[in-house]
């Protein structure tokens, strides 16, 4: 596996365990604007994480 595939996986894993096992949704745009707000957050709000260098 490659440097990218991880990456993905640990994008999937974080996203599973702090978005989708946390969140309840009503609709598929009940749901897709909450992703909205999270992805926002991620993007502009949260400090980057750390990365691995292998």
């Known amino acids: 596996m490659n440097g990218g595939a991880n990456g993905f996986e640990s994008f999937n894993g974080r996203l599973r365990d702090e978005f989708l096992n ?4 009503v609709t598929l745009h009940d749901a897709r604007e ?10 502009h709000r949260r400090p980057p994480g750390p990365r691995s260098v292998t």
């Not at 909450?34 to 993007?43: G, M, P």
């Open 22 to 25: 946390v969140k309840e949704f």
């Open 34 to 43: 909450k992703l909205k707000v999270r992805q926002d957050d991620c993007n």
